[in-house]
Nanobody, 121 residues
Framework: QVQPVESGGGVVQVGGSLRLSCTVS????????MAWYRQAPGNQREWVAS???????NYADSVRGRFAFSRGNAENTMYLQMDSLKPGDTAVYYC???????????????YGQGTQVTVSL
């Protein structure tokens, strides 16, 4: 079973920073793509940032210039550095990974359980 686990959420004041982490455990041959999503109360889940195996990193317009995606030294770890946080960033943040579990196996996407980020005035 593949399980992404997020951590690093919390309560921060406007203008503050947080660093989210995601570690993927389980039987993994390769991780092809990684992404962060978020969901605020009453809203649909929205894409925040993504990384592709080709090395491209992309950001939603609402976070570009404030958030930064990175990968850890271990290939199964990724981070989301969030700076200049705003109340509109309040949401549950989820990591999403596309994994191949064996050589030639099909690729599948997995979500973590999420970590709460609250930005207070």
């Amino acid at each position: 079973q593949v399980q992404p686990v997020e951590s690093g959420g919390g309560v921060v004041q406007v203008g503050g920073s947080l660093r989210l982490s995601c570690t993927v455990s389980g039987n993994i041959f390769s991780i092809n793509n990684m992404a962060w999503y978020r969901q605020a109360p009453g809203n649909q889940r929205e894409w925040v940032a993504s990384w592709t195996s080709g090395g491209a990193t992309n950001y939603a317009d609402s976070v570009r210039g404030r958030f930064a995606f990175s990968r850890g030294n271990a290939e199964n770890t990724m981070y989301l550095q969030m700076d200049s946080l705003k109340p509109g960033d309040t949401a549950v943040y989820y990591c999403n990974v596309e994994v191949r579990r064996s050589v030639g196996g099909r690729k599948q996407w997995y979500y973590g359980q999420g970590t709460q980020v609250t930005v207070s005035l």
